[in-house]
């Protein structure tokens, strides 16, 4: 089998002053896959996909293993974080209008993040991100080129964030709920527009989600956390054969449309998932 893009193996991070670990002995590996992480709000997920950026300078971050493509993240300089950060790999986050530039138009963005990490001529960046965007679906795209963010709808920022973060050809994409500020059809076309680049340029993706049908559909595996630790890790089509309690009571807490309407079941915690985990 061909090496991993990442291996991390027992990562602990804790928040400066915070009383318990926000990640515990989180181990995984990730190759040219799609990896769903799902959990419920503050069981850790974003902080792992921060954690791979080394976007946490002030947190404690142990771990026995953390490499990405033969670099050790843990000791990597700050000087060879931003080698890779934006280049080799990249975080697409919620919403594009936290990560978009106000004052400055969508396009030379694009081309200027390029440009970050290679050394080519404002002429050429600018028609590589054209045809990024045209890439990612985007209509016209040397119309959108020259638009400032408040111009563009969310799924057009979102779309524009992706051509950003690939247009330097990442290894590693870590989208952390890319689509949950957007509408039900243009989740769709955005979900598919990242299933494609997937596919093509065989990168390896992390999918963070609260949605456990998103990551049914879109992802190859998934690892449920809870309480900052993996307590499953199983293949996506399986999902509905969960073992571990906790997945099971995500499961079953999902509202249906349809059928005879009942009260949502309400997660009984046992203390042992925090020790216990079914991988
Ligand atoms: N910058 C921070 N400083 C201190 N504590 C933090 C910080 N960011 C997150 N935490 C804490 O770390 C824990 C994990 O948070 P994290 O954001 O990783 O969870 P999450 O599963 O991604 O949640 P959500 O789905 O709501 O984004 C939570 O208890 C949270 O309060």
């Known amino acids: 089998m061909a090496d991993p893009i990442l291996d991390i193996q027992n990562l602990t991070l804790r928040y400066p002053n915070a009383p318990t670990p926000a990640v515990c002995g989180v181990s995984f590996t990730l190759g040219q896959e799609r990896l769903g992480i799902v959990g419920e709000s503050g069981s850790g997920k974003s902080t792992v996909g921060r954690a791979i950026m080394r976007l946490l300078p002030d947190a404690t971050m142990q771990a026995d293993r953390m490499s990405f493509a033969g670099v ?9 974080m931003l080698k890779l950060r934006g280049a080799r790999m990249s975080m697409i986050l919620q919403d594009p209008k936290y990560s978009l530039n106000p004052i400055q138009r969508c396009g030379d963005q694009v081309a200027e993040a390029y440009r970050t990490h290679v ?9 590589k991100a054209i045809a990024m965007l045209e890439a990612v679906q985007i209509r016209d795209p040397e119309r959108v080129y020259d638009l400032y963010p408040h111009e563009v709808s969310g799924g057009m920022g979102q779309r524009i964030m992706i051509a950003m973060m690939l247009l330097t050809d990442p290894e590693l994409v870590i989208a ?19 299933d494609d680049l997937v596919k093509q340029r065989g990168i390896g993706l992390i999918m963070i989600s609260h949605d456990l049908n998103l990551v049914r559909n879109f992802c190859d595996r998934v690892l449920i956390m809870y309480a900052g630790r993996i307590v499953e890790t199983l293949d996506a089509k399986d999902l509905d054969h969960a073992r571990h309690p906790y997945t099971r009571g995500l499961l079953a807490a999902q509202p249906r449309i349809g059928g005879p309407r009942r009260p949502l079941p309400v997660l009984d ?10 991988l």
């Open 72 to 80: 050790d993240l843990l000791n990597a300089s700050e000087k060879q």
């Open 119 to 127: 050394s080519t001529t404002k002429s050429d960046a600018k028609a």
């Open 269 to 278: 915690r046992d203390p042992s998932w925090l020790s216990e985990a079914t």
């Open 176 to 194: 952390d709920e890319p689509t949950s500020a957007l509408d039900v059809t243009v989740r769709l076309q955005v979900l598919s527009i990242l």
